[in-house]
C-alpha cells in the first residue's frame, strides 16, 4: 500500500488542523493505521494508532483529549484531528500501515508502510 500524508501547515497555538493520510489499493481496509510525528533533533515517535475496522484507537498521553484518530475505509483514507495544538506538536508527521494484528503497535518498526510526511508548525 502506498501512502500520502497531507493537511500540515502552521497554526498558532491554540489553534486546529486535520491531517489526512490518503492510502492506494485495494487493502486498505485490512491495515491497521498509526500516526508518527518528529521534531527537529528528536527521534520519531508514536501518536496515535486505530485498527483496521476503527473500532479501537490509542494515544500517546500528550495528546490525549486533543487530538482525535478516525478513517473512512470506503474512501481509503486515515485523519488525525488536532485541536489545542500547542508549539510543542510542531513535527513532521507521518502515517504508517501495518498488517492488521491482535496486539497494539507503537513502535515505528512494527509498521511496514509509510507515508512521506507532512510538517506542522505551531507557533506561540
Known amino acids: 500500500v502506498q501512502l500520502q500524508a497531507s493537511g500540515g501547515g502552521l497554526v498558532q497555538a491554540g489553534g486546529s488542523l486535520r491531517l489526512s493520510c490518503a492510502a492506494s489499493?485495494?487493502?486498505?481496509?485490512?491495515?491497521?493505521m498509526g500516526w508518527f510525528r518528529q521534531a527537529p533533533g528528536k527521534e520519531r515517535e508514536f501518536v496515535a494508532s486505530i485498527t483496521w475496522n476503527g473500532l479501537s484507537t490509542y494515544y500517546v498521553d500528550s495528546v490525549k483529549g486533543r487530538f482525535t484518530i478516525s478513517r473512512d475505509n470506503a474512501k481509503n483514507t486515515m485523519y488525525l484531528q488536532m485541536n489545542s495544538l500547542k508549539p510543542e506538536d510542531t513535527a513532521v508527521y507521518y502515517c504508517a500501515a501495518a498488517r492488521s494484528a491482535p496486539y497494539r503497535r507503537i513502535k515505528s518498526y512494527e509498521y511496514d508502510y509509510w507515508g512521506q510526511g507532512t510538517l506542522v508548525t505551531v507557533s506561540s
Open positions: 489499493g485495494r487493502t486498505f481496509s485490512s491495515y491497521d
